[in-house]
């Protein structure tokens, strides 16, 4: 019998090397990475906690937990759900590459990436977990700089703020444990918490610390810079909500709440702003993401069960639309060569699925109504206790929907006639696929209300 938290772990790891070696085919690696990510994902979503269940001819303990060198690694509703939610973007991510070039490595790295990603949720110390995300974000930084020569900014920025985000945190738990020796030296905790604050702004791109978002869209092969602004995004919130859910001193501060809606506000507003004002989609994209990403700490800091319920189904909705905008912007950049506002003059003409794709895929990201982002936007809006702050993330997503409708001015200019070529058909069929996907859960969000309602559950430390 093989424990969940082995296999999860081991089977990515396993087959990464074997699609390195199969990189020049490009099917073959792409069927097998996304193979792998499935297979990944239906253990998580599908298989029960409580008993065995046979994969693949083996018995599979998905609840067993394991221990190596001393730490124990185990799988809990909330890890098991995320796992499986980043593990099917990754399929979605390696099945559109096929098609698209996103990388020569992309492919096996994303599958380390998966396999330390799961090490992170799965095992039950923090500094630990802190680790395996650092090696994880190591690693995505070849994905970000791509088969590019030379230093890529969006790389090298990544680089640095993930690796600055990373001494705080791990400093942290020394000084909870040595509050727990001097119990009446409160100041150790207030400590703690600034140093928290200080790695868990880094790593969400909190502003001042948001400027590595906007170099990763705008260097990184589109797909691949969605992929790890969504697995690692998702990563990073669910350990930060399993900080909120062990340490009750934390919970029960509200200065905790406040500053992730300051944090929060700032991100909507900049985001907005500075998108309102772009002319390419990719740093567009970025700050697209910002924006939607400052809506959801917004909600975070509201400090309830219903609020983590719309923050948490706003992440889940962001994934889509920004792996949709990604895929558009993907076949755009590869057939016009560019995704400057100033050179895509007409190509909708030539690209319109790619370009129905990359301008919903944004809407969605602003939280436009009949897209998957506007129910949960919605959400967040009702729950919002002050008008000014509803008025600031509606004025954010008017900053985000203003630019792409921009954009999508300069695509549909009729008065031009550019050399590219048609989309790629299987590329099209995705992207269509995702279209169709998108505008389905801005009618039926209820989808994925139960399996996020079960998470917001396990956390009691909102009640």
Known sequence: MIAGPLFLIVLPLILAPVVYLLRRWALLAAALASATALIMASLCLGLPFDRPASVLGWEVALGEPMVVLGREFALELAG?????????????????????????????????????????????????????????????????????????????????????????????????????????????????????????????????????????????????????????????????????????????????????????????????????????????????????????????????????TAALLQVAHRSVGLMLTAMGLAVVRHRARSDSFANLAGVAKRLPISTAGLVLGGLSLAGMPFTAGFPSRWAIYRLLSAPDLTLAMLLSGAGVAFGYLRGLSVLLDPSSEPKVRREPFMASLIILGMIIFCLWLGLRPQWLLSPIQRVVESFNFLR
């Open 80 to 308: 098991s759900l995320t796992l499986g939610f980043i593990c099917l973007i990754a399929a979605t991510a390696f099945l559109f590459a096929w098609r698209v070039f996103q990388g020569s490595l992309f492919f096996p790295l994303g599958l380390i990436i998966l396999s330390l990603l799961s090490a992170a949720v799965m095992i039950r110390h923090f500094i630990f977990a802190v680790l395996f995300l650092w090696i994880a974000s190591l690693v995505a930084v070849f994905i970000i700089q791509g088969d590019r020569q030379g230093p890529g900014r969006g790389a090298l920025r990544y680089l640095v703020m993930v690796s600055l985000a990373v001494p705080p945190l791990l400093i942290t738990p020394w000084l909870i444990d040595l509050q727990a020796v001097n119990p009446d030296n409160l100041a150790l905790l207030r400590y703690a918490a600034f140093l928290l604050a200080i790695g868990f702004a880094i790593l969400l791109a909190v502003v001042p610390f948001h400027g590595w978002v906007s170099a990763v869209a705008a260097d990184a092969p589109p797909v691949a810079a969605a992929f790890v602004l969504t697995v690692t995004n998702a990563v990073v919130l669910l350990l930060m909500l399993n900080l909120l859910q062990s340490y009750p001193w934390l919970s029960d501060d509200p200065r905790v709440f406040r500053l992730l809606r300051l944090g929060g506000l700032l991100m909507a507003a900049v985001g907005g702003l500075l998108a309102f004002a772009q002319r390419d989609f990719g740093r567009l994209l970025g700050y697209a993401v910002l924006s939607d990403m400052g809506c959801t700490l917004v909600a975070l800091g509201v400090a309830s069960p219903a609020a983590l």
